[in-house]
């Protein structure tokens, strides 16, 4: 079992913290489907009404230009693959056999402090955000929305100073890609959880 978690957590790596100027690039944000019942194409619609895929686009570069735009300050990124099961569905918490494997599709995740003690997320492909005072976190009720993943897992991880968090993913919701597991892993990282060998089974056990 902790070689399958292994494989499936094996990208979720920090990604970058400075970069060239010569691969910035200017893109708008992405529409956001409010339902999350409905599946989403793996061919998005970009500038110009062009279509690609997003596996070949710079999504660390275009998270990376948009946090420094809004908070004015230079991120840690971290990835977070989605995944397929090789064999197995449903399986794994009925003690059956399973083989999860991660795929090039991902959620990446920005964060760098700041000093107003604000936990404060913005979602790239929403263009929407939320913020709460760090100390009132672990009495946060669900509001039934997507917040509420990346609100569950930072309450896993005690923190005493403002974060500014800001979200860009490439998993289409509802497809069967654990597009909600890759965005808790990210949000992990970037919460500050050690992607140590021992605590990886933990992270994937959120």
């Excluded at 079992?1 to 690039?25: G, K, M, N, Q």
């Excluded at 200017?26 to 019942?37: E, F, I, K, L």
């Excluded at 570069?61 to 420094?68: G, S, T």
Aim: proline share 6%.
């Amino acid at each position: 079992t902790t070689e399958i978690y292994t494989l499936s957590l094996h990208d979720a790596l920090p990604i970058c913290r400075y970069h060239p100027v010569a691969y910035r690039h200017n893109r708008s944000g992405r529409p956001c489907r409010s339902d999350a019942s409905e599946r989403q194409s793996l061919l998005r619609h970009f500038d110009a009404h062009l279509r690609e895929r997003d596996a070949l686009a710079v999504p660390a570069q275009i998270l990376i230009d948009a946090f420094e735009q809004r908070f004015k300050t230079t991120p840690d990124v971290f990835r977070a693959p989605g995944r397929v099961n090789l064999i197995g569905e449903h399986t794994d918490y009925n003690l059956g056999f399973v083989l999860p494997i991660a795929i090039d599709l991902a959620c990446y995740t920005a964060s760098a402090p700041n000093r107003d003690g604000m936990f404060r997320v913005y979602s790239l492909n929403c263009s929407e955000e939320r913020e709460w005072p760090v100390d009132c976190l672990a009495t946060l009720q669900p509001a039934h929305h997507w917040t509420d993943y990346v609100i569950g897992v930072a309450r896993q991880i005690p923190r005493q100073r403002g974060l500014n968090l800001m979200i860009f993913s490439t998993v289409p919701i509802g497809s069967g890609l654990s597009s909600s597991a890759s965005l808790e892993v990210s949000t992990a990282l970037a919460t500050g959880w050690t992607l140590k060998t021992e605590n990886r089974v933990e992270l994937a056990r959120l």
